[in-house]
DNA sequence: AGCGCAATGATTGGATCCAATCCAGCCTTT
DNA sequence: AAAGGCTGGATTGGATCCAATCATTGCGCT
Protein backbone atom coordinates (compact mmCIF):
# COMPACT_ATOMS: atom_id res chain seq x y z
CA UNK A 1 0.00 0.00 0.00
CA UNK A 2 1.58 3.35 -1.00
CA UNK A 3 0.04 6.91 -1.69
CA UNK A 4 1.68 9.86 -0.55
CA UNK A 5 0.16 9.62 2.71
CA UNK A 6 2.24 6.59 3.62
CA UNK A 7 4.94 7.95 2.35
CA UNK A 8 4.68 11.14 4.51
CA UNK A 9 4.44 8.79 7.19
CA UNK A 10 7.03 6.99 6.60
CA UNK A 11 9.12 9.63 6.25
CA UNK A 12 7.88 11.26 9.20
CA UNK A 13 9.05 7.82 11.22
CA UNK A 14 12.48 8.29 9.44
CA UNK A 15 12.79 11.46 10.69
CA UNK A 16 11.81 11.04 14.19
CA UNK A 17 14.01 7.72 14.08
CA UNK A 18 17.16 10.01 13.03
CA UNK A 19 17.29 7.91 9.78
CA UNK A 20 17.15 11.12 8.16
CA UNK A 21 19.51 13.33 9.88
CA UNK A 22 18.56 16.83 10.73
CA UNK A 23 20.36 19.79 8.28
CA UNK A 24 20.56 16.60 5.85
CA UNK A 25 19.37 17.37 2.33
CA UNK A 26 16.59 15.64 0.84
CA UNK A 27 17.04 14.23 -2.92
CA UNK A 28 13.85 12.96 -4.36
CA UNK A 29 15.27 10.10 -6.54
CA UNK A 30 16.98 8.78 -3.54
CA UNK A 31 13.64 8.67 -1.25
CA UNK A 32 12.06 7.73 -4.37
CA UNK A 33 14.50 4.59 -4.52
CA UNK A 34 14.71 3.68 -0.80
CA UNK A 35 10.63 3.92 -0.40
CA UNK A 36 9.91 2.23 -3.66
CA UNK A 37 8.02 4.03 -4.75
CA UNK A 38 7.95 6.92 -8.02
CA UNK A 39 8.93 10.68 -7.40
CA UNK A 40 5.48 11.82 -7.96
CA UNK A 41 4.27 10.60 -4.41
CA UNK A 42 7.12 12.12 -2.32
CA UNK A 43 6.73 15.29 -4.68
CA UNK A 44 3.59 15.21 -3.08
CA UNK A 45 4.60 14.64 0.55
CA UNK A 46 7.72 17.15 0.94
CA UNK A 47 5.79 20.06 0.52
CA UNK A 48 2.81 19.21 3.43
CA UNK A 49 6.06 17.58 5.85
CA UNK A 50 7.28 21.08 5.13
CA UNK A 51 4.00 22.65 6.04
CA UNK A 52 3.75 20.23 8.98
CA UNK A 53 7.51 21.98 10.18
CA UNK A 54 9.45 18.67 9.79
CA UNK A 55 10.77 20.09 6.82
CA UNK A 56 12.30 23.41 5.61
CA UNK A 57 12.23 24.89 1.90
CA UNK A 58 16.57 24.50 1.42
CA UNK A 59 16.91 27.92 -0.97
CA UNK A 60 14.15 27.79 -3.64
CA UNK A 61 15.51 24.34 -4.23
CA UNK A 62 14.24 20.85 -2.14
CA UNK A 63 14.23 20.50 1.32
CA UNK A 64 16.13 19.78 4.39
CA UNK A 65 15.34 17.92 7.25
CA UNK A 66 14.33 20.73 9.96
CA UNK A 67 16.59 20.22 13.60
CA UNK A 68 14.56 20.36 16.43
CA UNK A 69 16.61 22.17 19.60
CA UNK A 70 15.91 21.11 22.97
CA UNK A 71 14.09 24.44 23.79
CA UNK A 72 11.81 23.72 20.46
CA UNK A 73 10.74 20.98 21.83
CA UNK A 74 10.29 22.84 25.48
CA UNK A 75 8.32 25.47 23.46
CA UNK A 76 6.10 22.71 22.02
CA UNK A 77 5.16 21.16 25.21
CA UNK A 78 4.69 24.83 26.95
CA UNK A 79 2.51 25.22 23.67
CA UNK A 80 0.52 22.02 24.73
CA UNK A 81 -0.13 23.03 28.42
CA UNK A 82 -1.64 26.49 26.61
CA UNK A 83 -4.26 24.82 24.45
CA UNK A 84 -5.08 21.92 26.60
CA UNK A 85 -5.26 24.56 29.48
CA UNK A 86 -7.75 26.44 27.01
CA UNK A 87 -9.50 23.26 25.73
CA UNK A 88 -9.80 22.14 29.46
CA UNK A 89 -11.47 25.66 30.22
CA UNK A 90 -14.13 25.37 27.81
CA UNK A 91 -15.19 22.30 28.73
CA UNK A 92 -15.68 23.55 32.54
CA UNK A 93 -17.73 26.54 30.54
CA UNK A 94 -19.92 24.55 29.25
CA UNK A 95 -19.69 21.38 31.53
CA UNK A 96 -18.50 18.17 30.58
CA UNK A 97 -20.98 15.87 29.75
CA UNK A 98 -21.20 12.64 31.76
CA UNK A 99 -20.11 10.51 29.32
CA UNK A 100 -16.92 12.81 28.97
CA UNK A 101 -16.40 12.67 33.02
CA UNK A 102 -16.57 8.77 32.52
CA UNK A 103 -14.30 8.19 30.40
CA UNK A 104 -11.79 10.26 31.85
CA UNK A 105 -12.78 8.25 35.38
CA UNK A 106 -11.68 4.99 33.35
CA UNK A 107 -8.65 6.39 32.42
CA UNK A 108 -8.37 7.58 35.78
CA UNK A 109 -8.81 3.99 36.90
CA UNK A 110 -6.49 2.22 34.86
CA UNK A 111 -3.37 4.58 35.12
CA UNK A 112 -4.38 4.05 39.18
CA UNK A 113 -4.50 0.50 38.44
CA UNK A 114 -0.57 0.75 36.71
CA UNK A 115 0.82 2.73 39.80
CA UNK A 116 -0.37 0.67 41.88
CA UNK A 117 1.63 -2.08 40.89
CA UNK A 118 5.12 -2.61 42.86
CA UNK A 119 6.87 -3.62 39.84
CA UNK A 120 6.95 -1.07 37.01
CA UNK A 121 7.69 -2.72 33.51
CA UNK A 122 8.18 -1.74 29.96
CA UNK A 123 4.46 -2.91 28.94
CA UNK A 124 3.07 -0.87 31.90
CA UNK A 125 4.93 2.28 30.24
CA UNK A 126 3.17 1.74 27.09
CA UNK A 127 -0.31 0.77 28.70
CA UNK A 128 0.10 4.40 30.83
CA UNK A 129 1.30 6.00 27.57
CA UNK A 130 -1.73 4.92 25.63
CA UNK A 131 -4.11 6.22 29.01
CA UNK A 132 -2.33 9.34 29.25
CA UNK A 133 -2.86 9.99 25.21
CA UNK A 134 -6.15 9.03 25.47
CA UNK A 135 -6.78 11.64 28.53
CA UNK A 136 -5.38 13.80 26.51
CA UNK A 137 -7.14 13.27 23.79
CA UNK A 138 -10.21 13.02 25.29
CA UNK A 139 -9.60 16.65 26.50
CA UNK A 140 -9.37 18.13 23.29
CA UNK A 141 -12.24 16.41 21.67
CA UNK A 142 -14.62 17.53 24.53
CA UNK A 143 -13.83 20.83 23.49
CA UNK A 144 -15.76 20.66 20.48
CA UNK A 145 -13.72 22.79 18.98
CA UNK A 146 -12.01 21.99 15.77
CA UNK A 147 -9.67 25.06 15.61
CA UNK A 148 -8.20 24.09 19.14
CA UNK A 149 -7.76 20.34 17.76
CA UNK A 150 -6.21 21.25 14.44
CA UNK A 151 -3.30 23.71 16.41
CA UNK A 152 -2.74 21.03 18.79
CA UNK A 153 -2.42 18.52 16.23
CA UNK A 154 0.41 20.66 14.51
CA UNK A 155 2.44 21.14 17.73
CA UNK A 156 2.14 18.01 18.55
CA UNK A 157 4.39 17.10 15.06
CA UNK A 158 7.36 18.32 17.04
CA UNK A 159 8.94 15.28 18.20
CA UNK A 160 8.26 14.24 22.38
CA UNK A 161 5.85 17.24 22.69
CA UNK A 162 3.00 14.87 22.40
CA UNK A 163 0.86 13.82 24.81
CA UNK A 164 1.75 9.85 24.14
CA UNK A 165 5.93 10.52 24.86
CA UNK A 166 5.23 11.25 28.39
CA UNK A 167 6.62 7.56 29.21
CA UNK A 168 9.70 7.87 26.89
CA UNK A 169 11.79 4.62 27.96
CA UNK A 170 13.92 6.34 31.01
CA UNK A 171 15.36 4.44 34.26
CA UNK A 172 11.94 3.63 35.88
CA UNK A 173 13.61 5.27 39.36
CA UNK A 174 13.15 8.68 37.78
CA UNK A 175 9.84 8.40 35.63
CA UNK A 176 7.77 6.27 38.52
CA UNK A 177 7.56 10.10 40.73
CA UNK A 178 7.16 11.79 37.46
CA UNK A 179 3.91 9.63 36.49
CA UNK A 180 2.56 9.29 39.90
CA UNK A 181 2.85 13.16 40.29
CA UNK A 182 1.17 13.63 36.68
CA UNK A 183 -1.57 11.19 37.36
CA UNK A 184 -2.10 12.88 40.67
CA UNK A 185 -2.91 16.14 38.60
CA UNK A 186 -5.29 13.68 35.86
CA UNK A 187 -7.34 13.48 39.29
CA UNK A 188 -7.00 16.92 40.65
CA UNK A 189 -8.67 18.10 36.35
CA UNK A 190 -11.50 14.95 36.34
CA UNK A 191 -12.14 17.02 39.85
CA UNK A 192 -12.09 20.66 38.67
CA UNK A 193 -13.97 19.77 35.26
CA UNK A 194 -16.44 17.90 37.20
CA UNK A 195 -17.43 21.28 39.47
CA UNK A 196 -16.73 23.81 36.72
CA UNK A 197 -13.65 25.07 37.74
CA UNK A 198 -12.83 26.87 34.79
CA UNK A 199 -10.12 29.21 35.97
CA UNK A 200 -8.75 26.22 38.54
CA UNK A 201 -8.66 23.60 35.56
CA UNK A 202 -7.35 25.74 33.22
CA UNK A 203 -4.13 26.35 35.59
CA UNK A 204 -3.89 22.99 36.50
CA UNK A 205 -3.48 21.56 32.55
CA UNK A 206 -1.15 24.02 31.87
CA UNK A 207 0.97 22.96 34.75
CA UNK A 208 0.48 19.09 33.59
CA UNK A 209 2.57 20.53 30.85
CA UNK A 210 5.73 20.77 33.46
CA UNK A 211 6.06 16.84 34.51
CA UNK A 212 7.19 15.85 31.06
CA UNK A 213 9.45 18.82 31.17
CA UNK A 214 11.18 16.99 33.50
CA UNK A 215 11.38 13.34 32.42
CA UNK A 216 12.45 15.06 29.00
CA UNK A 217 15.00 16.85 30.30
CA UNK A 218 17.61 14.25 31.51
CA UNK A 219 17.16 12.90 28.43
CA UNK A 220 18.17 15.95 25.90
CA UNK B 1 6.21 32.20 -12.98
CA UNK B 2 4.60 29.48 -11.68
CA UNK B 3 5.71 26.66 -9.23
CA UNK B 4 3.25 24.73 -6.38
CA UNK B 5 4.02 27.25 -3.95
CA UNK B 6 2.42 30.28 -6.39
CA UNK B 7 -0.28 28.08 -6.92
CA UNK B 8 -0.60 27.21 -3.40
CA UNK B 9 -1.38 31.24 -3.02
CA UNK B 10 -3.29 31.83 -5.80
CA UNK B 11 -6.01 29.05 -4.00
CA UNK B 12 -5.82 30.67 -0.90
CA UNK B 13 -5.99 33.98 -2.20
CA UNK B 14 -9.19 32.00 -4.84
CA UNK B 15 -10.46 30.67 -0.91
CA UNK B 16 -10.54 33.23 0.97
CA UNK B 17 -12.14 35.65 -1.61
CA UNK B 18 -15.34 33.37 -1.68
CA UNK B 19 -14.59 31.89 -5.44
CA UNK B 20 -14.40 28.61 -4.40
CA UNK B 21 -17.19 28.11 -2.24
CA UNK B 22 -16.85 25.97 1.03
CA UNK B 23 -17.42 22.18 0.98
CA UNK B 24 -17.10 22.60 -3.01
CA UNK B 25 -15.06 19.69 -4.09
CA UNK B 26 -11.40 20.29 -6.38
CA UNK B 27 -10.92 18.64 -9.32
CA UNK B 28 -7.68 18.45 -10.52
CA UNK B 29 -7.97 19.19 -13.93
CA UNK B 30 -10.29 22.00 -13.56
CA UNK B 31 -8.21 23.85 -11.36
CA UNK B 32 -5.08 23.20 -13.55
CA UNK B 33 -7.24 24.66 -16.91
CA UNK B 34 -8.16 27.62 -14.23
CA UNK B 35 -4.60 28.55 -13.27
CA UNK B 36 -2.82 27.63 -16.33
CA UNK B 37 -0.55 25.30 -15.47
CA UNK B 38 -0.19 21.19 -15.85
CA UNK B 39 -1.62 19.21 -12.73
CA UNK B 40 1.44 18.34 -11.00
CA UNK B 41 1.54 21.44 -8.95
CA UNK B 42 -1.92 21.19 -8.24
CA UNK B 43 -0.83 18.08 -6.83
CA UNK B 44 1.66 19.50 -4.36
CA UNK B 45 -0.32 22.38 -3.65
CA UNK B 46 -3.65 20.64 -2.27
CA UNK B 47 -1.78 18.68 0.25
CA UNK B 48 -0.31 21.11 1.71
CA UNK B 49 -3.16 23.69 1.59
CA UNK B 50 -4.99 20.38 3.35
CA UNK B 51 -2.17 20.45 6.61
CA UNK B 52 -2.53 23.87 6.28
CA UNK B 53 -6.17 23.69 7.18
CA UNK B 54 -7.62 25.50 4.35
CA UNK B 55 -8.67 22.08 2.70
CA UNK B 56 -10.13 18.71 4.16
CA UNK B 57 -9.47 15.61 2.64
CA UNK B 58 -12.94 13.99 1.37
CA UNK B 59 -12.91 10.69 1.97
CA UNK B 60 -9.62 9.58 -0.10
CA UNK B 61 -10.19 10.99 -3.08
CA UNK B 62 -9.62 14.56 -3.80
CA UNK B 63 -10.34 17.50 -1.56
CA UNK B 64 -13.07 20.02 -0.69
CA UNK B 65 -12.71 23.67 0.61
CA UNK B 66 -12.94 23.89 4.53
CA UNK B 67 -15.70 26.33 5.75
CA UNK B 68 -15.03 28.02 8.80
CA UNK B 69 -17.66 29.00 11.02
CA UNK B 70 -18.11 31.99 13.06
CA UNK B 71 -16.93 30.01 16.27
CA UNK B 72 -14.10 28.93 14.50
CA UNK B 73 -12.86 31.91 13.96
CA UNK B 74 -13.38 33.24 17.43
CA UNK B 75 -11.73 30.12 18.27
CA UNK B 76 -8.83 31.13 16.71
CA UNK B 77 -8.85 34.25 17.52
CA UNK B 78 -9.21 33.01 21.28
CA UNK B 79 -5.71 30.61 20.19
CA UNK B 80 -3.95 33.57 18.89
CA UNK B 81 -4.14 35.86 22.35
CA UNK B 82 -3.11 32.74 24.45
CA UNK B 83 0.13 32.62 22.55
CA UNK B 84 0.98 35.59 21.79
CA UNK B 85 0.49 36.30 25.61
CA UNK B 86 2.66 33.78 25.82
CA UNK B 87 5.50 35.18 23.66
CA UNK B 88 4.96 38.44 25.18
CA UNK B 89 4.97 36.82 28.70
CA UNK B 90 8.71 34.85 27.10
CA UNK B 91 10.00 38.77 26.35
CA UNK B 92 9.10 40.18 29.53
CA UNK B 93 10.57 37.74 31.66
CA UNK B 94 13.74 37.62 29.82
CA UNK B 95 13.80 41.01 29.66
CA UNK B 96 12.82 43.16 26.14
CA UNK B 97 15.62 44.45 23.69
CA UNK B 98 16.34 48.17 23.27
CA UNK B 99 15.39 47.99 20.21
CA UNK B 100 12.48 46.00 20.04
CA UNK B 101 11.16 48.44 22.16
CA UNK B 102 12.11 51.19 20.32
CA UNK B 103 10.19 49.65 17.29
CA UNK B 104 7.37 49.01 19.35
CA UNK B 105 7.14 52.58 20.75
CA UNK B 106 7.59 53.34 16.91
CA UNK B 107 4.00 51.94 16.20
CA UNK B 108 2.50 53.45 19.31
CA UNK B 109 3.25 57.17 17.78
CA UNK B 110 2.25 56.00 14.29
CA UNK B 111 -0.91 54.33 16.10
CA UNK B 112 -1.55 57.06 18.22
CA UNK B 113 -1.20 59.56 15.04
CA UNK B 114 -3.46 57.67 13.03
CA UNK B 115 -5.68 57.62 15.50
CA UNK B 116 -5.74 61.48 16.44
CA UNK B 117 -7.12 62.27 13.64
CA UNK B 118 -10.63 64.02 13.43
CA UNK B 119 -11.35 62.53 10.12
CA UNK B 120 -10.53 58.62 9.29
CA UNK B 121 -10.70 57.46 5.93
CA UNK B 122 -9.99 53.93 4.21
CA UNK B 123 -5.96 55.02 3.89
CA UNK B 124 -6.10 55.14 7.62
CA UNK B 125 -7.57 51.75 8.24
CA UNK B 126 -5.08 50.58 5.67
CA UNK B 127 -1.94 52.13 7.80
CA UNK B 128 -3.43 50.88 11.25
CA UNK B 129 -3.58 47.84 10.28
CA UNK B 130 -0.30 47.67 8.85
CA UNK B 131 0.73 49.14 12.10
CA UNK B 132 -1.05 46.84 14.15
CA UNK B 133 0.67 43.85 11.81
CA UNK B 134 4.24 44.73 12.62
CA UNK B 135 3.35 45.26 16.94
CA UNK B 136 2.23 41.83 17.25
CA UNK B 137 4.83 40.39 14.58
CA UNK B 138 7.57 41.98 16.66
CA UNK B 139 6.32 40.48 19.83
CA UNK B 140 6.36 37.09 18.22
CA UNK B 141 9.37 37.65 16.31
CA UNK B 142 10.76 39.33 20.05
CA UNK B 143 9.68 35.71 21.64
CA UNK B 144 12.63 34.18 19.30
CA UNK B 145 10.94 31.09 19.37
CA UNK B 146 10.38 29.15 16.74
CA UNK B 147 7.34 26.84 17.77
CA UNK B 148 5.61 30.10 18.75
CA UNK B 149 6.34 31.56 15.16
CA UNK B 150 5.62 28.63 13.60
CA UNK B 151 1.86 27.56 15.61
CA UNK B 152 0.76 31.27 15.19
CA UNK B 153 1.37 31.25 11.64
CA UNK B 154 -0.35 28.22 10.94
CA UNK B 155 -3.59 29.58 13.38
CA UNK B 156 -3.13 33.22 11.06
CA UNK B 157 -4.53 30.59 8.02
CA UNK B 158 -7.98 30.68 9.27
CA UNK B 159 -9.98 33.67 7.92
CA UNK B 160 -10.01 36.91 9.99
CA UNK B 161 -7.59 35.37 12.41
CA UNK B 162 -4.69 37.16 12.00
CA UNK B 163 -4.15 40.74 13.21
CA UNK B 164 -3.74 42.13 10.28
CA UNK B 165 -7.14 41.82 9.71
CA UNK B 166 -8.10 44.26 12.75
CA UNK B 167 -9.67 47.24 10.82
CA UNK B 168 -11.46 44.72 8.22
CA UNK B 169 -13.71 47.64 6.54
CA UNK B 170 -16.48 48.11 8.96
CA UNK B 171 -18.58 51.00 9.46
CA UNK B 172 -15.67 53.81 10.90
CA UNK B 173 -18.48 55.30 13.88
CA UNK B 174 -17.63 51.13 15.27
CA UNK B 175 -14.64 50.91 14.26
CA UNK B 176 -12.98 53.60 15.76
CA UNK B 177 -13.62 53.08 19.69
CA UNK B 178 -12.34 50.00 19.17
CA UNK B 179 -9.56 50.87 17.44
CA UNK B 180 -8.47 53.56 19.94
CA UNK B 181 -9.33 50.74 23.05
CA UNK B 182 -6.99 48.25 21.00
CA UNK B 183 -4.15 51.05 20.41
CA UNK B 184 -4.60 51.82 24.92
CA UNK B 185 -3.65 48.29 24.85
CA UNK B 186 -0.64 48.00 22.96
CA UNK B 187 0.26 51.28 24.92
CA UNK B 188 0.03 49.42 28.09
CA UNK B 189 1.40 46.57 26.88
CA UNK B 190 4.65 47.90 25.93
CA UNK B 191 5.10 49.39 29.35
CA UNK B 192 4.46 46.63 30.72
CA UNK B 193 7.19 44.65 28.42
CA UNK B 194 9.54 47.50 29.48
CA UNK B 195 8.64 47.17 33.42
CA UNK B 196 9.11 42.96 32.97
CA UNK B 197 5.77 42.75 34.29
CA UNK B 198 5.46 39.24 32.92
CA UNK B 199 2.26 38.33 34.50
CA UNK B 200 0.68 41.55 33.75
CA UNK B 201 1.92 41.57 29.45
CA UNK B 202 0.29 37.83 29.37
CA UNK B 203 -3.19 38.74 30.48
CA UNK B 204 -2.76 42.29 28.49
CA UNK B 205 -1.85 40.26 25.40
CA UNK B 206 -4.78 37.39 26.16
CA UNK B 207 -7.53 40.21 26.56
CA UNK B 208 -6.21 41.76 23.37
CA UNK B 209 -7.49 39.80 21.46
CA UNK B 210 -11.29 40.37 22.44
CA UNK B 211 -11.74 43.59 20.44
CA UNK B 212 -11.33 41.71 17.03
CA UNK B 213 -13.87 39.60 18.65
CA UNK B 214 -15.93 42.61 18.27
CA UNK B 215 -15.49 44.06 15.25
CA UNK B 216 -16.36 40.74 13.90
CA UNK B 217 -19.21 39.70 15.85
CA UNK B 218 -21.11 42.38 14.04
CA UNK B 219 -19.65 41.06 10.60
CA UNK B 220 -20.56 37.72 11.00
C1' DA C 1 -42.20 -0.97 -13.39
C1' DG C 2 -38.56 -1.30 -10.20
C1' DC C 3 -34.28 -3.01 -8.83
C1' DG C 4 -29.77 -4.48 -9.78
C1' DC C 5 -25.80 -5.18 -12.46
C1' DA C 6 -22.69 -4.02 -15.91
C1' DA C 7 -20.32 -0.95 -18.85
C1' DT C 8 -18.54 3.42 -19.81
C1' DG C 9 -16.91 7.90 -18.70
C1' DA C 10 -14.64 10.84 -15.39
C1' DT C 11 -11.14 11.50 -12.07
C1' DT C 12 -7.46 10.42 -9.21
C1' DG C 13 -2.96 8.29 -8.41
C1' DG C 14 1.64 6.56 -10.03
C1' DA C 15 5.27 6.60 -13.30
C1' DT C 16 7.96 8.50 -16.78
C1' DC C 17 9.63 11.95 -20.04
C1' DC C 18 11.55 16.39 -21.18
C1' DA C 19 13.25 20.94 -20.21
C1' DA C 20 15.44 24.24 -17.25
C1' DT C 21 18.46 25.24 -13.66
C1' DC C 22 22.19 24.69 -10.70
C1' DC C 23 26.63 22.95 -9.17
C1' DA C 24 31.20 21.32 -9.79
C1' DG C 25 35.21 20.56 -11.92
C1' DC C 26 38.31 21.59 -15.46
C1' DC C 27 40.33 24.22 -18.89
C1' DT C 28 41.83 28.40 -20.78
C1' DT C 29 43.52 32.92 -20.62
C1' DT C 30 45.76 36.80 -18.68
C1' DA D 1 49.36 31.03 -10.64
C1' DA D 2 44.91 32.80 -10.12
C1' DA D 3 40.58 33.95 -11.86
C1' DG D 4 36.92 33.51 -14.82
C1' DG D 5 34.18 31.06 -17.92
C1' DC D 6 32.52 26.91 -20.02
C1' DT D 7 30.89 22.33 -20.24
C1' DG D 8 29.01 18.15 -18.28
C1' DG D 9 26.38 15.89 -14.82
C1' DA D 10 22.95 15.93 -11.42
C1' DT D 11 18.61 17.40 -9.74
C1' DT D 12 14.44 19.75 -9.59
C1' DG D 13 10.17 21.26 -11.81
C1' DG D 14 6.38 20.79 -15.35
C1' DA D 15 3.80 18.03 -18.41
C1' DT D 16 2.00 13.91 -20.10
C1' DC D 17 0.91 9.02 -20.21
C1' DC D 18 -1.12 4.89 -18.29
C1' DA D 19 -3.55 2.24 -14.92
C1' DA D 20 -6.89 1.82 -11.27
C1' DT D 21 -10.91 3.27 -9.05
C1' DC D 22 -15.22 5.50 -8.48
C1' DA D 23 -19.61 7.20 -10.05
C1' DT D 24 -23.21 7.39 -13.17
C1' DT D 25 -26.14 5.88 -16.57
C1' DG D 26 -28.44 2.69 -19.23
C1' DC D 27 -29.92 -1.82 -20.09
C1' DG D 28 -31.67 -6.17 -18.80
C1' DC D 29 -33.95 -9.22 -15.73
C1' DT D 30 -37.42 -10.31 -12.42
Redesign the pocket.
Known amino acids: M??????ALRLREMILRGELAPGE??????L?ARL?????????A?PALAREGLLA?A?????VVRSFSPQDVLDAIETRGLLEGLAARRIAERGATPELLRSLKECLSQGDAILAKRRFESADEASYSDMNGRFHALIVEGAASRIFADTLAHNDHVPFASARAVAFSRDPAVLLPVLNYAHRQHHAIVQALANREAARVEALMREHATPVKEVLNLKL
Open positions: IGYKNVRLAEVAAGVSRTPIRQLAGRRGF
